[in-house]
């Protein structure tokens, strides 16, 4: 069974550019959730979606960053326009959401380079 | 709000040794799921290990095990025989139902030969 995947895997652009990361969750699971991981630190959450719906998006900063899941599938990560401090690993995740005790399974990350 | 304190930042052990990372945990629920994640250099979040609150007997899974103390809101991992490619950033992380996981700091295990 294949994973959760990411792409890209890096991304080093200019400040004030705009980039977006996608991310395609394991078959068959219906909530996706997007972290971020700052250098030395532990994942922080940005935005959880089940199927399309976004049900916690408290730590997004709206200001700049916008998230979609169209069809309940696919979903990607937008930042524009980007800061210096966006700098770090944007992490996907994704469960099956069928019970109380369901797994959340990682893809790979993409590291973002702000300059 | 909960959170996740790992004390240890880093953690060396020779190979084939047992190592125990720490973690504590601060909830006033009652009913959640804890978790050692494995992050090697490659940055995939592996799961190693999960704890259901409401379970009284620690799990194991292989060479990983752990020492849940309801009471103290601890959650220790314990690694025996170390391998080399036991190396990474261990995480712990709490989680109530299906949402998201709390993470605590981390801590860096390196593996002497």
């Known amino acids: 069974e294949a994973g959760v995947v990411q792409s890209p895997r890096y991304k080093i652009i200019e400040k004030k550019q705009p980039v977006a990361f996608w991310c395609n969750p394991i078959s068959g699971h219906n909530t996706l959730y997007w972290y971020l991981q700052n250098l030395g630190q532990g994942p922080e959450l940005l935005i959880r979606?089940?199927?399309?719906?976004?049900?916690?998006d408290s730590q997004l900063p709206k200001d700049r960053f916008s998230a979609e899941r169209l069809k309940g599938v696919d979903s990607t990560l937008k930042i524009q326009p980007a800061e210096l401090g966006d700098s770090a690993v944007y992490l996907c995740a994704s469960s099956d959401g069928t019970s109380f005790s369901d797994t959340q399974y990682f893809g790979p990350g993409t590291r973002l380079t702000v300059l | 709000a909960q959170t996740v304190t790992q004390s240890q930042p880093e953690m060396s052990v020779q190979e084939a040794e047992t190592v125990t990372l720490s973690c504590t945990y601060d909830?006033?629920?009652?009913?959640?799921?804890l978790f050692w994640y494995k992050q090697p250099p490659s940055r995939q979040m592996i799961l190693v290990i999960r704890q259901e609150a409401y379970k009284q007997q620690n799990a194991t899974e292989n060479r990983f095990s752990v020492n849940f103390q309801k009471a103290a809101k601890s959650f220790s991992l314990k690694i025996s025989d170390s391998q080399l490619g036991d190396a990474a950033m261990y995480f712990c992380?709490?989680?109530?139902?299906?949402?998201?996981?709390?993470f605590g700091q981390g801590t860096r295990l390196t593996i002497n030969p």
């Open positions: 992380a709490y989680r109530r139902g299906a949402q998201k996981l709390v």
């Open positions: 909830t006033s629920e009652s009913d959640y799921y």
């Open positions: 979606y089940e199927n399309e719906e976004a049900v916690d």
